[in-house]
């Protein structure tokens, strides 16, 4: 069965996503535990890392919540939240069980469900 999003439906749904990411894109410019936090994980170049992660939040929740460039806004924010996934939630799973991770990366889950969504609105083929 298919199924269109309502305009509205569809507008608050790039709201909240926007809104999610210009928080998550703010905070990481702010606040200097995320510099430890990336450096903990591994990643080459972390705080050069950090700052790429927080622009392009930053940036694609700003052209989310504006429904603009959608196509373009979409993809490298399902790679940060796959990347989010692996580098922070999947080591959770493995260290503290799938309770505690399902807790820690329910956020990222939901996110991960909406911007397919919204994805899948702007490229017409909304199937429920």
């Keep these: 069965m298919k199924v269109k999003l309502s305009m509205q439906t569809y507008t608050w749904i790039c ?3 926007g809104f999610v990411f210009i928080v998550s894109g703010i905070m990481k410019l702010m606040v200097s535990d995320f510099r430890g936090m990336f450096a903990s994980m591994g990643l080459p170049f ?3 890392t950090l700052f790429l992660v927080a622009i392009v939040e930053l940036g694609c929740g700003i ?9 373009l806004a979409v993809p ?4 940060i939240m796959f990347g989010a996934l692996y580098f922070s939630k ?17 956020l990222d ?3 991960l469900i909406l911007l397919l969504l919204v994805w899948q609105h702007v490229r017409g083929k909304i199937v429920v």
Excluded: D, Q, T, W
């Excluded at 052209?63 to 196509?71: D, N, S, V």
């Excluded at 490298?76 to 790679?79: I, M, R």
């Excluded at 999947?90 to 820690?104: R, V």
């Design 15 to 17: 709201y909240a996503i």
């Design 109 to 111: 889950i939901v996110m």
């Design 46 to 48: 972390p705080e050069a």
């Design 90 to 106: 999947l080591p959770i799973l493995f260290n503290k069980g799938i309770l505690s991770f399902a807790f820690e990366a329910r």
């Design 63 to 71: 052209l989310i919540a504006g429904r603009l460039y959608i196509r």
């Design 76 to 79: 490298p924010l399902l790679l």
